[in-house]
Nanobody
Framework: VQLQASGGGLVQPGGSLRLSCAAS????????MDWYRQAPGKQRELVAT???????DYADSVKGRFIISRDNVKNTMYLQMNKLIPEDTAVYYC????????????WGQGTQVTVSS
């Protein structure tokens, strides 16, 4: 089982980016899926979570700007990031609880998001 994150890049303040995280391999079921981020010199923090049935939760710092969603047919999660600010600059990691032969936590490789003028 692998998680592949994509969609990062350089964007100006006020701009938007859409991250994707695709799960592949021998997957029986995926429970919650999450986006984390880690800025230089800071701890990794939870950004947003989406349950299998679509319930969502967000860090206060991104509420009203970011939207997390998932497609259970494609085993893919998305993070639509709007009104980006320099403080959103970080490496973004996806995470999921996946049942293959057993339940395990999986992490994507990270995608860099840089918000700068």
């Amino acid at each position: 089982v692998q998680l592949q994150a994509s969609g990062g890049g350089l964007v100006q303040p006020g701009g938007s980016l859409r991250l994707s995280c695709a799960a592949s391999g021998s997957i029986v079921r995926i429970n919650s899926m999450d986006w984390y981020r880690q800025a230089p010199g800071k701890q990794r923090e939870l950004v947003a979570t989406v349950s299998r049935v679509g319930s969502t939760d967000y860090a206060d710092s991104v509420k009203g700007r970011f939207i997390i969603s998932r497609d259970n047919v494609k085993n893919t999660m998305y993070l639509q990031m709007n009104k980006l600010i320099p403080e959103d600059t970080a490496v973004y990691y996806c995470h999921a609880e996946i049942r293959s032969s057993s339940w395990s936590d999986y992490w994507g490789q990270g995608t860099q998001v840089t918000v700068s003028s």
